[in-house]
């Protein structure tokens, strides 16, 4: 079966230090990968997405990045954090190819920029 | 964008209780995804259903796609209900994105 991984698991950062964090699927191959952003309250927003290594989409323009070194591994970045970078992180997989196919979300990083 | 509307936003039941979610949206879709966010934030998958309507144990759901609606039933509810849960739908347009409504928060009092 698959599962997909996210560390770290909680995250507390000055504002202007870097950010990486890691999300790695296990158990499929060439998934499409997907960075949300779940902020105070309750809505999700797409961040970013790839449909395969090296390639990326950015839904909203901000000063994250996110990049796809292998085919599961997905990591998201930024040079200096923001206070409103502050959030719940989730990383989602879906089955590659399809669109609109059902997608399964990481157990997410609580990142608090202080 | 399309837009997703979850209603009601907040709920409070007993223990045993049925309850019925609804998620409205404003354009055609071909993915509808409803999720339970659980206190420690996890979103796991209840349903995948863009039309039709399927049941898993005590929960059910039921799209009309050509109304533009879902909704999401829970019987016999239990305290372990409790948490968030979210619609979310991918339009027809070719967007990867899942857009999520602002959930529905449910608690479950013994």
């Known amino acids: 079966s698959q599962t997909i991984h996210q560390w770290p698991a909680t995250l507390v950062q000055p504002v202007g230090s870097p950010l990486s964090l890691e999300c790695t699927v296990e158990g499929t191959s060439n998934p499409n990968l997907y960075w949300y952003r779940q902020a105070a309250g309750r809505g999700l927003q797409l961040l970013f997405y790839?449909?395969?290594?090296?390639?990326i989409s950015s839904e909203v323009p901000q000063n994250l990045s996110a990049s796809r070194p292998q085919d599961r591994q997905f990591i998201l970045s930024s040079k200096k954090l923001l206070l409103s970078d502050s959030g719940f992180y989730l990383c989602a997989w879906s089955v590659r190819g399809l669109v609109g196919y059902e997608q399964y979300f990481g157990p997410g990083t609580r990142l608090t920029v202080t | 964008g399309i837009q997703v509307e979850q209603s009601p936003p907040d709920l409070i039941l007993q223990e045993g209780a049925n309850s019925t979610l609804r998620c409205n949206f404003s354009d055609s879709v071909n993915n509808l995804q409803w999720f339970h966010q659980n206190p420690w934030g996890q979103l796991i998958n209840l349903f995948y259903i863009p039309s039709g309507t399927k049941q898993n144990g005590r929960l059910s759901a039921t799209t009309v796609a050509t109304e533009r609606y879902s909704l999401l039933y829970i019987s016999s509810s239990q305290t372990t209900d409790s948490g968030v849960y979210f619609c979310a739908v991918v339009t027809r347009a070719g967007s990867y994105q899942l857009t999520f409504g602002k959930g529905t928060k449910l608690s479950v009092i013994p």
């Open positions: 790839s449909v395969g290594i090296g390639q």
